[in-house]
Structures are given as C-alpha cells and as structure tokens.
C-alpha cells in the first residue's frame, strides 16, 4: 500500500481572485482546490508543510488532508510551482472514496544487476508507469521489476509485472517494460578510413625512403 501523508487545510469561502491568492501565499498558505464526486470544495494547504512533504508524493500517494477536522483521502493531481521563488501557487485534489477502486498510475522501479549488463549490454528503461486499478487501502506506492535475468537483447513486457491480489493493470501487456540493448561499435566513415589507409601507405613510403 502507498505510504500515508497528512497534510493540514482550513476552509477557504472567500476571497478567490489573484489578490486572495497573493494574500494566502504571505501568510504561509497554498489556495487548493478538491475534485472528486461532489462539486469542487476550495481550500488551504499550509505552505511549510506542503513543501516538506512534496518530495515523497508519487501519482499514487494517498494524502489525509484534514481541512479543520474533516478528512478527505486525496490524490495530488497537479500543483503550479515557481521554482526561482521556491513556493507553490496553487494545487489540485483528487478525493478518492475509500472502499471504491481508484484509477492512476504507478512509477515502476527496475531492481536487480542483469546477465547482459555484465556482459557488456547496456539496460534500457522504456516504460516508467503503468495505469493500475484497486481500492485505496491495495495501492502500492512503487512496482518493482526484477531484471537480473535479462541477457543482451532480451526485454520484459508488462505481462510479466507481478502485482498484488486485487490490482488490476490496465496498461497494455505487451509494452516493453525493459530491454538490454547491445553497445553499438561505431564504424569509421569512407573517408575516414580512406583517409587512415592513406596515412598508413605515407608512412611506409617514409620508412622505406629512410632505409
């Protein structure tokens, strides 16, 4: 199951122009907004808490946001950030219901040193999320992928993912997950080995000048 956060919120009922948002931004808030079910709820997040916690959000992190003592299970869907000034303008809630299956996307994590890798090949990521299916309480907050057993030029597709009873995955099984390629050996172009054969016949017709 994904970890669990908990982020703090008070009731936001007014003052929703920009100026209502620069005002909550100075006073150490982030103005939010809650989908789900119900019609949009409006809120805000404490700014310190928020950017402490950030780090650990993955597309499957449940949060508990307590907005003044209710609780609402929810998602970050997306967040407006301005990285010179170090804080974030604005987030978005996804409420999930527990005891309802949730849709999102889990981050794929590749463990395991492969055969090829140690002979030489070079290890791929292709996918790094697969859309999965479950109730709330079986959302795991990573899938890790085994890839010690991949040889040069063998790949593991999404069929192969080995998930919890009661997660399904929706991303087609046929997708690549993986692969180890093999390390390309460049050829030297016409001209260059025309040049390099060129260099060659000089420096033998030197030597032999020289004898």
């Not at 709330?136 to 890839?147: A, E, G, H, T």
């Amino acid at each position: 199951m994904s970890e669990m956060i908990t982020l703090s919120a008070k009731t936001r009922t007014a003052d929703f122009g920009s100026a209502g948002s620069r005002r909550l931004l100075r006073a150490g808030y982030i103005p939010a907004v809650i989908y789900g079910k119900q019609a949009p709820a409006h809120c805000a997040v404490v700014a310190k808490e928020f950017l402490m916690k950030k780090h650990h959000f993955t597309g499957s992190t449940i949060i508990t946001l307590d907005v003044e003592g209710q609780k609402h299970m929810v998602f970050v869907k997306t967040f407006q950030e301005n990285l010179l000034k170090g804080i974030v303008n604005h987030i978005d809630f996804y409420e999930v219901t527990a005891g309802e299956k949730v849709r999102t996307h889990v981050g794929i994590e590749l463990v395991g040193n492969p055969v090829g890798v140690r002979n030489g090949g070079v290890l791929e990521q292709v996918l790094h999320e697969i859309d999965v299916e479950c109730l709330p309480k079986d959302l795991p907050s990573i899938i890790q992928v085994d890839v010690s057993a991949l040889d040069i030029n063998d790949a593991v597709r999404v069929a192969q993912i080995v998930v919890a009873d009661g997660v399904k995955i929706h991303t087609p099984e046929d997708e690549t997950v993986a692969t180890v390629k093999a390390v390309k050996v460049e050829e030297p172009a016409p001209a260059d080995a025309e040049a390099a054969d060129a260099t060659a016949a000089s420096a033998t017709d030197t030597s032999a000048e020289t004898k």
